[in-house]
């Protein structure tokens, strides 16, 4: 699946590495745990009101033609993908795919940008035991490297070890740490979002009078613009990225910003509006982009 849209003179596509399809949706409330300080009476009650019992996790790679070349943002799970169990191996790893279908081919990235070191966000990029895209410099948040780096006995970050150890090595001196406010690339910036790992960043593009903010795991699902202080097992810091989360809706709310969301249903592009305390995810009107051709 491939979706085009712009952002002033920055044109973009947002490719998909998967979605999936009921059954294979992941519980609600495997994410959304009393462990991670969501009361179990308290999950039950949302779910009962969206009317669902699994979380609609997609995976949005979100391509940028800057003026220094090609850059993509995330790069899924990569093929051959047993980490979350058989079931998903066919959903998910499409994202060469789906760049074929975009016109594009391995050899044309020049920069992939990490929002972090997860692996469902950096294993796109090594899964086979080297650099998918081999002519492009990577960026990560330095404080993300230095974290995966070290040694690691924290239950939550263990799943995702091999993906970012494989990213730091397989780059090497191709991957260049970068601190909050840098300009990666042309009209490309990072943005702090702290807590879901050390260096999460979000990325706000801005060209012309156009932006768009790229929010990473900022959130899961729509669920957390309701109910922001939901955090997940993967939050490592729960109450710094409780604070990036409600920082970054309020700015978003306010400001009107176009959002990419790369968990969110594809293409993860929409609004937020406030209620209050809460927010309300509204998804741009695909139908938009048939109209304009
Ligand atoms: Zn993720």
Partial sequence: ??????????????????????????????????????????????????????????????????????????????????GYGEYIEPLVGKLEGGMAGAGFSRGDLAAVVFTHLHQDHARG????????????????????VAFWSEPLELPSALPHVDAARAAIREFGAKLQPFEHGAELLPGVHAVAATGHTPGHTALLLKSGEEQLLCVGDTFYDPLQLTHPNWATPWDLDRSSSIASRRRILEWAADERLLLHAYHLPFPGLGRVSRNGTSFTWQPVDRTEQVRRG
């Fill in 1 to 82: 699946m491939i979706y085009r849209f712009s952002v002033g003179r920055l044109e973009c596509v947002v490719v998909s590495d998967g979605q999936p399809q009921p059954p294979w949706e992941p519980p609600l409330d495997q994410y959304f745990t009393p462990e991670a300080g969501v009361p179990e009476d308290e999950l039950q009650a949302a779910a009962t009101d969206e009317g669902r019992s699994t979380l609609t996790c997609g995976y949005n790679c979100l391509f940028i033609k800057t003026s220094d070349g090609l850059a993509v943002v995330d790069t899924g799970l990569g093929a051959s993908f047993l």
């Fill in 125 to 144: 990029a090594t899964w086979s035991g080297e650099v998918r895209f081999p002519a492009a410099t990577a960026y990560a948040h330095a404080s993300e």
